[in-house]
């Protein structure tokens, strides 16, 4: 199965790993963004040992989720919330998790809010994805 049937490289989007692989592999996959679809040979250019990736996170797998070859399959280089970098392979990825993230704007009114409230909302907005375009006091 091709993951990018269900979202481009470089959309926002959100998923979440077979639940085993996320035992090897922890990050946070909300609002990361897939910047490059690459080969085996590719995978260890950009820094990382698919070898090692795929024997640690193969077993975890449903069956006939991806080939016991680590070369026999595609690899996404991920950009993280937080800016870091990492290899997955492409059925590592549990397609019904998928959200792709589309750009749209909405305004918020809070009628009352605590002294710190324009902080403490920017900070909850920000840490779940949003970007904020202004935020302004009454």
């Known amino acids: 199965m091709d993951i990018l049937d269900r979202f481009n490289l ?20 909300t609002q990361c963004v897939a910047t490059s679809k690459v080969d085996y040979e590719d995978v260890t250019n950009f820094g990382f040992d698919p070898d090692s990736i ?18 026999k399959y595609s690899w996404l280089i991920v950009k993280t919330l937080s800016g870091s970098r990492i290899a997955i392979g492409e059925q590592y990825i549990n397609p ?22 324009i902080n403490l909302a920017r900070q909850i907005l920000t840490q779940n994805g949003f970007v904020i375009g202004s935020i302004t006091p009454d």
């Open 10 to 29: 470089k959309d926002k989007v959100t998923f979440q790993l077979y639940s085993g692989a996320v035992a090897v592999i922890p990050d946070s996959f």
């Open 54 to 71: 795929h024997q640690l996170v193969f077993p975890t797998l449903p069956e006939n989720v991806c080939p016991n070859d680590p070369s």
């Open 96 to 117: 019904e998790t998928i959200e792709v993230t589309t750009r749209s704007g909405m305004t918020i009114y809070c009628s009352t809010s605590p002294a710190n409230g």
